[in-house]
């Protein structure tokens, strides 16, 4: 069974940093290509960014682009995201999220992390 | 970037009734080459994380309920619970992957 378990969310003050992290299980990690997907309050969802299986190529959001990292350890089995200069826009619900197998990038997302909150206040 | 525009808001509809759920892009997400709609949908129950339904606009991912189907083309989508159980009161959202992707705002269903 797939689960990609979340962590590594809390508070923090604007410009501060966090790092998430994503742990998956029940599949060939290394074969599929990864996601983190957001959710502020009451609003829908944002795609911020995309990593292959081989850690390249890599995309952001223009929202996030300068300020955030995506990468993988394979041998770990998990995805991360270092979040850099915060701001309280940032604050939100952070999901991991798998996209399907489909022998090309797709961005159609199969299996999501529980969510991890982020808050971003002074 | 595709903005996408989902109606109504929210509905309610009655045990067992249809509910009818529109999405609509800014342009649109039809790829002639492979003529595919680059459109999926999702389930959002509270709490939880959302659930991939249908994609390529009307293929139901495996395991889905057959009640709820995914029909249109180009700019204009619908997601169809063609009878409406308890358990499908969540927020579902469209989304385009098109190009950079993108989601409506989210439509919330509720039992009338």
């Known amino acids: 069974e797939v689960h990609l378990v979340g962590s590594g969310g809390g508070w923090v003050q604007p410009g501060g940093s966090l790092r998430l992290s994503c742990t998956a299980s029940?599949?060939?990690?290394?074969?599929?290509?990864m996601n983190w997907v957001r959710q502020a309050p009451g609003k829908g969802l944002e795609w911020i960014s995309y990593i292959t299986g081989s850690s390249s190529p890599i995309y952001y959001a223009d929202s996030v682009k300068g300020r955030f990292t995506i990468s993988r350890d394979n041998a770990k089995n998990s995805l991360y995201l270092q979040m850099n200069s915060l701001r309280a826009e940032d604050t939100a619900i952070y999901y991991c999220?798998?996209?399907?197998?489909?022998?090309?990038?797709?961005?159609?997302?199969?299996?999501w992390g529980q969510g991890i909150l982020v808050s971003v206040s002074s | 970037d595709i903005v996408m525009t989902q109606s109504p808001d929210s509905l309610a509809v009655s045990l067992g009734e249809r509910a009818t759920i529109s999405c609509k892009s800014s342009q649109s997400v039809l790829l002639r080459s492979d003529n595919k709609n680059y459109l999926s949908w999702y389930q959002q129950k509270p709490g939880q994380p959302p659930k991939l339904l249908i994609y390529?606009?009307?293929t139901r991912e495996s395991g889905v309920p057959d009640r709820f189907s995914g029909s249109g083309s180009g700019t204009d989508f619908t997601l169809t619970i063609s009878s409406l159980q308890a358990e499908d009161v969540a927020v579902y959202h469209c989304?385009?992957?098109?190009?950079?992707?993108?989601f409506g705002q989210g439509t919330k269903v509720e039992i009338k």
């Open positions: 999220a798998r996209e399907v197998l489909w022998g090309k990038p797709t961005m159609i997302f199969d299996y």
């Open positions: 390529w606009a009307s």
């Open positions: 989304q385009q992957y098109y190009s950079t992707p993108t």
């Open positions: 029940g599949f060939s990690f290394s074969d599929y290509e």
